[in-house]
């Protein structure tokens, strides 16, 4: 059998969802406490915590592990363990007023209208909210999703201890995909798999996507094919439409021994590369000894560059995370080499022309990413055939043939030959 990475700061997963007989007197409880409502960034945190892929932590952080985190990547009260992005539940300064320290209180999903949890209140405290967006998102931009959710935020953090009641409709929506930490390091350990990585995905799975995940396998023993299945921003495709996609490139185009598909339910923040660094944690947590770090991993826009996510991997200490990155430059279809590249294997370095009709008009390199993809199919125009599999293409097309007012998608730099030219 294999030998799979620790958890992290742990040697066992630490889950906080409550089961059988205390799951049912808590829920009892929940309903006579007073009721904290919760974004959907704050309940897919939560249901992280309940399924211990946010192993070790027990609740919402404090502001000693808040600054800690957002200043040198430490929690104080976990004895200086390495985390990239604070964790926490903020409130309205009525209702933090009104809640007393030591008061047990009900977490309330807005969404779903349904109590997710509970929490012993040990602390309220007060950020500052622009030293968090330097910090974490490299920027105070109100226009970065991530910083929209922080300034968003209530001006009151609640610290203190959860119990997870419930995973809301994951289990069900995305079932057959959505995976716990301990099925997932289930299935490795069966199939005698010690050496994981691990592929984030928020795109439906391009041709680059496909390549990074065989180059993968050749260097361990499988792929864990991770998708992200909480809530994206709009203009991303929804998650039910690209595990239809991502099925459809598996089945035909892996073997089925070197692959495992799951689902998670936490939400991006688009915060690139300390973004890329929770990626590791919780992939750690999942079993993963390694998670592929390609071309502006958990970006958005212009705010990082292109390989920044690599470099903060080499910035941190080196026994922070056991889970290390698979760092992998930039790919694309190459005309002159007949076949998928990268930067560094392919000597072509004109940029590939295609006209409006998809059909080749000459240069060698076809940068591929998924906005750009997302753009090409919400204006209707074609995909050429080296940018995805004809499989992912038609389930596209079906959904962006179903919706009546297309998103508007706008390219970054990173999108387009801009970025490559440079390096």
Not at 102 to 109: S, Y
Not at 299 to 327: C, H, R
Not at 384 to 390: D, G, H, L, T, V
């Amino acid at each position: 059998m294999g030998k799979l990475v620790k958890p992290h700061g742990s040697d066992v997963l630490k889950p906080l969802l409550l089961t059988g007989n205390e799951l049912e007197e808590e829920k009892k409880k929940a309903e006579t406490l007073k009721k904290v409502p919760m974004t959907s960034r704050e309940t897919s945190d939560l249901i992280m915590m309940g399924i211990g892929a946010f192993t070790p932590l027990e609740g919402f952080m404090g502001y000693d592990d808040w600054k800690g985190v957002c200043d040198e990547y430490k929690m104080p009260t976990y004895n200086g363990l390495f985390w990239p992005i604070p964790i926490t539940l903020s409130a309205t300064e009525e209702l933090a007023n009104s809640i007393s320290i030591g008061e047990e209180v009900a977490l309330f999903d807005l969404e779903t209208q349904t109590i997710m949890g509970t929490m012993k209140v040990t602390e309220k405290y007060k950020i500052d909210k622009e030293h968090e967006c330097k910090e974490v998102f490299r920027t105070t931009d109100p226009k970065h999703p991530g910083v929209a959710k922080v300034m968003a935020q209530g001006p009151v953090n609640l610290a203190g201890k959860v119990k997870v009641l419930s995973e809301s409709y994951y289990p069900e929506m995305f079932k057959g995909i959505y995976q716990r930490p301990a099925e997932a390091r289930k299935i490795f350990e069966e199939r005698g798999w010690s050496t994981v990585a691990a592929l984030q995905l928020r795109n439906p799975m391009h041709n680059s996507h496909a390549y990074l995940a065989w180059i993968a396998i050749e260097v361990c023993d499988g792929v864990y094919i991770h998708q992200l299945v909480g809530k994206l921003k709009e203009g991303d495709i929804p998650a039910e439409v690209r595990v239809r996609a991502v099925d459809a490139l598996v089945n035909k185009y892996f073997r089925k021994e070197r692959v495992v598909q799951g689902g998670y339910p936490m939400e991006m923040r688009y915060a690139g590369p300390r973004e890329a660094l929770l990626h590791a944690v919780f992939r750690q947590n999942y079993g993963c000894s390694h998670l592929i770090v390609g071309r502006d991993h958990a970006g958005v826009g212009n705010y990082y560059g292109p390989f920044d996510a690599q470099k903060i991997f080499d910035e941190i200490p080196k026994d922070a995370l056991e889970t290390k990155p698979l760092k992998l430059d930039w790919t694309f279809y190459c005309y002159e080499c007949g076949s998928m590249a990268s930067m560094k294997t392919c000597p072509h370095e004109s940029t590939a022309v295609i006209d409006e009709n998809g059909e080749y008009k000459g240069g060698a390199r076809l940068l591929l990413s998924g906005t750009l993809l997302r753009k090409l199919m919400s204006e209707g125009k074609p995909v050429p055939k080296e940018f995805s599999k004809p499989e992912v293409i038609a389930i596209l097309k079906e959904y962006y043939d179903s919706i009546e007012k297309k998103p508007t998608i706008e390219l970054h730099a990173h999108a387009t030959g801009e970025a490559a030219k440079k390096g």
